[in-house]
């Protein structure tokens, strides 16, 4: 089974997320590969005026993690675009997670989660994780802990093909 965690990071830290990520699964003896979403300049406000320097291809795995910050309380305009972009997820088994810098649940985690979700699963995915991480305050090596775990017990259930 081919692995590809595909992630979009402004600041670095959902990146490093990631990188954690492929590490603990690279110990179970899978294959994967960590593919940044890297955009032109300065994000606009208007989606569709967003250019792309790296549109990492979905095609050649089996199952994809997405990853992305919370921008402004929701998904980052950035991975918003890239994932609509997508023409097909179809058969495609995806787990999505975001970071964000508040802990209080209103601060937008849960709805940029699910609209990761609900755009893949429009595209043909099969949802089978998705995790918050909450960057800030003395609780974040928890944060990152407990989604890493989620997501690696989730995907290593994952029959490899």
Partial sequence: MKIGIIVYSQTGNTYETARRLKER????????????????????????????????????????VFAAPVQAFTLAL????????????????????????????????????????????????????RGIVVWAGRKRQQSIATCLDSLTNIISKTPRA
């Fill in 78 to 129: 950035v991975m918003k675009a890239y994932l609509e972009q997508i023409q097909s997820l179809q058969g495609k088994k995806v787990a999505c997670f975001v970071t964000k810098r508040l802990a209080s649940k209103w601060t937008g985690g849960n709805n940029a989660v699910n609209t990761m979700a609900k755009i893949c699963a429009a595209k043909g995915a099969s949802i089978i994780g």
């Fill in 25 to 64: 699964l690279e110990k179970d003896s899978r294959i994967v590969k960590l593919e940044q979403v890297t955009s032109i300049g300065k994000t606009p406000a208007n989606i569709a005026a967003i250019k792309f320097d790296n549109l990492p291809k979905v095609e050649p795995y089996d199952l994809i």
